[in-house]
């Protein structure tokens, strides 16, 4: 075997000469051998991932898949349900749609359940439910109010009212007065999107209804007049604080708001309609206070104010 | 915290290769956990003339010995044997530097370093620097630190072989995927074993009579004093039995074992003994005297020549030393003490190993491989395994596991 001089040369322990354990195997015992630790090794590799897996999957499915744990009834059946809202809806109806059981323990109601059964009708924004021992179950109803109510066709053609709440959630009235209901404008120039769980709620509705609760609050005889509101030049808009808002009157058939300042615009909508006087409020077929600092007004049949003298 | 290493053993030898493995715990307790023989193949006179027949046989012995143990070796203990190995005596001698004239360490550090610092021919390397007795001031001591004199002496004894002839039987071992840890020279693993402190003390030759050589080791006041390799064994005599009688190998191998004598028997001149002794085609009689001429004269020779050895023959001739002991396969041979004691002059016995080893271990054929587990066991200079002998089970257990 030719050897290099001087790799060996200074060589003086049997130490220095080099080993190459791990380098390719030359028979077949070592090439059995070598196959086996590497099997054993991929066998072990697969069973402590498998055993990693498995463990993470089980965990997982027991985070998102346990069930309220069946407790026994330790307490007495309750006898009183106590049902406090904000809203239209009478106790007895909300008591009939929980659906409770007969002799049924206070630890046997499914809260969530429950909570869920009664958040299942759009009126109802929140549901709270409360065990009050030793016999009471305490349910609290948080309404939607209507802002808005709008008028859609049903499948069998027929025109019914929906009411739209100030977040544009769309909701059948359940048992608010027609009083109530009919003093309402109208919402139009919106498209509804019905899907299983109900109408999609609409968006911008929320820029809508500010200007509606500040009429109603501080400027309720100009809101009282009002019959619809349209939206489609807000929704057209590239923002809900762009376009501008229309709303028929009784009296004054276009109003223009501008989505923003809408305390000034109803200024000075209450100061055109004052300054034209009682019966010269109708000739007034047009009014854009969408410029806020000078509204234009259009009036009907040429009848404009004789100028002043 | 228990700690233990596993450590094998391996012996190539012409005949046969022989693989113990061996757990050490708590570097206090040996356990032999494991055994793996294989016939040898690619072997002659103790050294590998066919690197792939040698590497199958070697790597068949070792997978047989992991599979018996259950487990895989950390390292491995090569034994060396062969006509290659060669051996000096060097030694030094130093002035005690300090004003005093009491020894300290840094004495013996620079005699230590003057006495291993001979050169060596090309492409060969030291197996063993064996260091012999301090003298100071012409007095044999243990160890002299602290101690009052002015001249220290020391001496080593040194094995080298060649580098060649080592990286085969080391690659052997690495194509199996182990690192050889040491290389112990087979005479002084088996001298080792079959000798007492008492016999190495009094002066003691063993003679390690292998198939295809015969290693002896002479130990002389606990010490080393020579060793050296003899390329005689026992296949020579199958081979003179083979030629002498006419006969095949194999037959003349079973003639030495079950009929074969060392000594010559005046009254059994006239006995016969069957080749075969089935009576099948082949088998004949055949003169007992005749195959025990053949053994005789092969072995007086053998002896003779390791007792005029040049290192050896003043021994004899000054009586320094007190017995003689045979070990390996050839030693079982029936008579070969009776010739022996002819030759040397001194009391030989065969050699036996120790008590502590199983039965199935007894016979001198283990004796190397006995001897280099005990050699991992406690011979070893602590610092070069304290990292892989602190290893708790459970590492050992996790490599064992993923087969590292």
Redesign the interface.
């Known amino acids: 075997?030719p050897?290099n001089?001087s790799s060996?040369?200074h060589?003086?322990?049997?130490k220095?000469?080099p080993?190459?354990?791990?380098?390719k195997?030359?028979?077949?015992?070592?090439k059995?051998?070598?196959l086996?630790?590497?099997v054993?090794?991929i066998i072990?590799s697969l069973s402590t991932g498998s055993v990693v897996l498995g463990l993470s999957l089980l965990g997982y499915y027991y985070v998102n898949t346990r069930k309220a744990p069946a407790i026994h009834a330790t307490a007495a059946s309750f006898t009183n349900i106590e049902i406090e809202t904000d809203g239209a809806l009478p106790s007895p109806w909300i008591e009939s749609r929980m659906g409770l059981e007969q002799n049924l323990g206070l630890m046997q109601i499914d809260m969530r359940a429950l909570k869920a059964e009664l958040e299942r009708f759009p009126q109802i924004k929140e549901a709270s439910i409360e065990r009050r021992f030793p016999n009471t179950l305490w349910v609290g109803v948080h309404e939607r109010f209507p802002v808005f109510r709008i008028k859609v066709k049903g499948s069998n053609a027929e025109s019914q009212i929906l009411l739209v709440d100030d977040a544009g959630f769309v909701f059948r009235n359940i048992r608010f007065p027609d009083h109530m209901i009919n003093d309402l404008p109208f919402l139009a120039g919106v498209k509804l999107y019905d899907t299983e769980k109900g109408y999609l709620p609409i968006a911008g509705v929320s820029r809508l209804a500010e200007l509606f609760h500040i009429a109603r609050r501080e400027f309720p005889k100009l809101a009282e007049n009002w019959i619809i509101v349209f939206a489609d030049q807000l929704i057209m808009a590239d923002s809900f604080t762009e376009g501008y808002i229309r709303v028929r009157s009784k009296s004054v058939k276009e109003i223009l708001f501008s989505p923003k300042e809408f305390r000034k615009q109803l200024e000075k909508l209450q100061y055109i309609i004052d300054s034209q006087g009682g019966s010269s409020v109708s000739s007034m077929s047009r009014v854009n206070l969408s410029l806020i600092d000078q509204p234009t007004v259009v009036f009907a049949n040429n009848s404009y104010p004789k100028p002043y003298q | 915290m228990v700690t233990s290493k596993i450590i094998g053993a391996v012996e190539i030898g012409t005949s046969k290769v022989v693989v113990l493995i061996g757990e050490i715990v708590n570097e206090k307790t040996l356990n032999i956990v494991g055994m793996g023989v294989s016939s040898s193949r690619g072997v002659k006179k103790g050294e590998i003339i066919d690197f792939?027949a040698a590497?199958?046989c070697t790597?068949?012995a070792?997978?047989a010995a992991?599979e018996s143990a259950g487990v895989r070796a950390d390292a491995v203990y090569l034994a060396q044997s062969g006509c290659h190995l060669e051996t000096f005596f060097n030694d030094a001698e130093v002035t005690v530097k300090s004003s005093d004239n009491i020894v300290h360490r840094s004495d013996v550090r620079r005699l230590l370093s003057e006495a291993k610092s001979k050169q060596?021919p090309?492409?060969r390397?030291?197996?063993h620097h064996i260091r012999n007795g301090f003298i100071l001031d012409g007095m044999p001591i243990d160890d002299p630190e602290h101690m009052e004199g002015h001249k220290l002496r020391v001496g080593y004894w040194n094995i080298h072989?060649s580098?060649?002839k080592?990286?085969d039987s080391?690659?052997i071992?690495?194509?199996?995927?182990?690192?050889?840890e040491d290389?112990i020279v087979s005479s002084l693993a088996s001298g080792k074993m079959v000798t007492t402190d008492e016999e190495r003390k009094a002066g003691v030759l063993v003679l390690d009579i292998g198939s295809g050589s015969t290693d002896f080791v002479l130990f002389k006041n606990g010490y080393v004093v020579y060793s050296g390799v003899v390329a005689v064994g026992g296949d020579h005599i199958t081979n003179d039995l083979s030629i002498g009688l006419r006969t095949n190998a194999k037959l003349a191998e079973m003639l030495k074992v079950k009929n074969g004598k060392a000594t010559l028997e005046p009254k059994s001149k006239n006995d016969k003994v069957m080749l075969i002794g089935d009576l099948t085609i082949g088998d004949r009689s055949i003169s007992r005297s005749a195959v025990c001429q053949i053994i005789n004269a092969r072995m007086d020779e053998l002896f003779k020549l390791i007792r005029g050895d040049k290192h050896i023959a003043p021994l004899f001739s000054n009586r320094e030393l007190a017995s003689v002991v045979l070990t390996g396969g050839a030693s079982k041979l029936n008579g070969i003490e009776d010739l022996g004691e002819k030759v040397f002059g001194l009391p030989v016995i065969k050699g036996e190993n120790p008590s502590w080893v199983a039965s199935d271990l007894a016979s001198p054929d283990f004796s190397t491989a006995l001897g280099l587990l005990y050699f991992g066991f406690s011979y070893k200079d602590e610092s070069q395994f304290t990292e892989q002998r602190k290893q708790t089970k459970l590492i050992r257990g996790m490599k064992q596991?993923?087969?590292?």
């Open positions: 075997m050897r001089k060996h040369s060589r003086s322990s049997w220095k000469i080993q190459r354990a791990g380098k195997p030359i028979t077949r015992e070592s059995i051998m070598r086996r630790r590497m054993r090794f072990i | 792939n590497s199958d790597h068949a070792i997978m992991e060596l090309e492409y390397a030291i197996i072989g580098v060649q080592m990286s080391i690659h071992i690495n194509g199996f995927g182990l690192q050889v290389l596991l993923l087969g590292f």
